[in-house]
């Protein structure tokens, strides 16, 4: 059997955003092992994500780690290499509110500048200006991330912190856990799928939608499952402008990609999709997502959808926020889950987070302690306003 100080469950955006903090930390020189089951990634929450990069969340941990996330865009070259790139579009991200609405965005708005991020309060005279092609009909308000927001590739950060930390000598490993062995109130190893076991001084979960699962095989209750979201690609007769990525009322979020437009929504509750593949509804655009374009942008009363993928959230169902730290209870299991769809731009805030409990024993950047996994023990829920 072979032996990891620390094996990482999962290798998308977050287990290799650990691996590469951990690998990288002057104080650390274990061995490492990211065990993954999709190696060609095609079927992972990071390779199907839509690629946000925002700071407009409601909880100050959330805005921290974004923020977080763009200073370590904003370094790729010199973390990286001179040809590191993401292809980062700093278009900005434009959330609406009614009137109704408007008193928690202009809190949010007050909370995300005093946290250092760039957002400027809109009201409906300053967006008429602004986005023309715009309906206000039932908007008092908007928030709009002047700079420091927008879109990236998820398959180009994940890979750039794969091989780095592969540089490192971290191991990725093929396989999927199916099994784990605890001892004295410690994981002390693994088994994959395929019979093979590995041994480990600390276990990272970073297994995206399979966490639940996952944290299961150690008698942890984890709340973090599988979500399905659609993502359409349509075409529109009449070209707008560039565009920020609007998000409106009703739920519908939609941007511009070079000559085409991407947009989609997360469904009630009733609503959700069945989680046991990729498949998707093309009869949801149709009935649920078109509408509410036309109903916000007149001129995508003639749009054409030429196509969709859909992916999963690693949905926290307690909150919708991030789970990171460590079992209070099994010392060396460690927790960076149910990001609830906005993972990939704390990546780099979750990885490094992990690292220093695994090195310190306690956070020593940002103060991640609320989002520790004691809250779901005390069913005590920090709800995120702006999950998208």
Known sequence: MSHYDVVIVGGAVIGSAVAYFLSHEAGFDGR????ERDPGYADTATARSAGGLRQQFSTPENIEMSLFGLSFVRSLKERFGEDADVSFREKGYMLLASEDGTPVLEANVARQKAHGADIVLLDPDDLAKRFPWLSLEGIAAGALGLTGEGWLDPFGLMSLMR??????????ITGEVT???????RVSGVRLADGREIGCGALVNAAGPNAGRVAALMGVDLPVEPRKRYVFVFDCREQLPETPLVVAPSGIYFRREGAHYVGGMSPAADQEPATDDLEVDYGWFDSEIWPRLAERVPAFEAIKMTGAWAGFYDYNTLDQNAVIGVHPRIANLYFANGFSGHGLQQAPAAGRAVTELIIHGRFTSIDLTRFGYERIERNEPIREANVI
């Not at 490492?32 to 065990?35: S, T």
């Not at 099994?179 to 109130?185: C, K, S, V, Y």
């Open 32 to 35: 490492i092992a990211v065990v």
């Open 163 to 172: 091989k780095a930390a592969q540089a490192r000598g971290v191991d990725y």
């Open 179 to 185: 099994g784990a062995a605890l001892d004295g109130g």
